[in-house]
């Protein structure tokens, strides 16, 4: 060792460390492959976000690159702040005389109309309902559309509330999902509660482009009818709702089924 020039022993200190990151690299494979399916998920759910900004001053660098590491955690408390105030539950009175909720729904106009699974609603009952902030509004007009399974419902606030704001929900586009995808799932009759899952199955319309179902590993509850499913990105890309054979304890309607038939439905509760 005293005979190696200063070369040589960077040369042999390169060396050492190549194969330890590779011996690193083959045992870090190895554990993993062996760890439990929750530690893995933890894992490949941490996700790198880079953030490129030009910078035009003379002197400087053309772009200043900063990497964010952003987790799955963070992204669902974002994806459900975003629309917690476009979920509202409806409320009828039960057999007993007790009010009761019969499912969820969700804002999709500024002037107080809501969707719901259809399956939620009795026309010979009347509702009132329920927003974030427990402000409740009866319902004074009602659109079905049998199809697709939904309801849509027009509220009326009262004169001293004529400035109350809606919050629409917004809206992605169901059709960009794909089979692994991560879900957040928002039921609970009383107060919000969130489930998070993933997309296991997709079924297509005949065009091999549109889907008609998804298919995840969240259960949906009987009691929880119209829980809305949100992507990572903060948009509702489906609603609890049965659409034909298809409908399972797993299953959602796709938002843009419902995005198609809200026009219409609209048009009707404007007359």
């Known amino acids: 060792m005293e005979d190696l020039t200063k070369h040589q022993l960077i040369l042999i200190v390169l060396l050492v460390t190549f194969v330890t990151s590779i011996a690193t690299g083959i045992i870090t494979f190895t554990l993993l492959s062996e760890a439990p399916v929750e530690v893995t998920q933890t ?70 109309v809501i969707v719901a699974d259809l399956r939620s609603y009795n026309v010979a009952a009347s509702y009132t309902i329920s927003f974030h902030d427990g402000q409740s509004y009866p319902v004074s007009k009602t659109s079905i559309n049998s199809e697709a399974g939904l309801v849509f419902l027009k509220v009326d606030a009262p004169l001293k509330d004529l400035k109350y704001t809606f919050y629409p929900a917004i809206f992605g586009n169901s059709d960009d999902l794909k089979i692994g995808q991560s879900l957040v799932a928002i039921s609970g009759l009383s107060s919000n509660a969130a489930s998070i899952g993933r997309v296991f199955q997709l079924k297509f319309d005949e065009d091999k482009v549109t889907i008609k179902k998804i298919f995840s590993d969240l259960k949906v509850s009987r009691s929880h009818f119209g829980s809305p499913v949100l992507n990572l990105s903060g948009e509702v890309v ?33 007359k």
């Open 43 to 112: 894992i490949n759910r941490v996700v790198e976000k880079t953030i490129e900004r030009v910078v035009t001053e003379p002197g400087k660098p053309d772009k200043v690159v900063t990497t964010v590491i952003v987790n799955e955690e963070d992204r669902v408390l974002e994806a459900i702040a975003k629309n917690e105030k476009s979920i509202v539950r409806l409320k009828t009175t039960g057999a007993d005389g007790t009010e009761v909720v019969s499912g969820l729904g969700l804002v999709v106009s500024g002037d107080g």
């Open 238 to 270: 489906g609603l609890e709702a049965p659409v034909g054979e298809l409908d399972t304890e797993y299953s959602y309607t796709p938002i843009n089924i419902i995005k198609s038939a809200t026009p219409k439905a609209l048009a009707e509760l404007a």
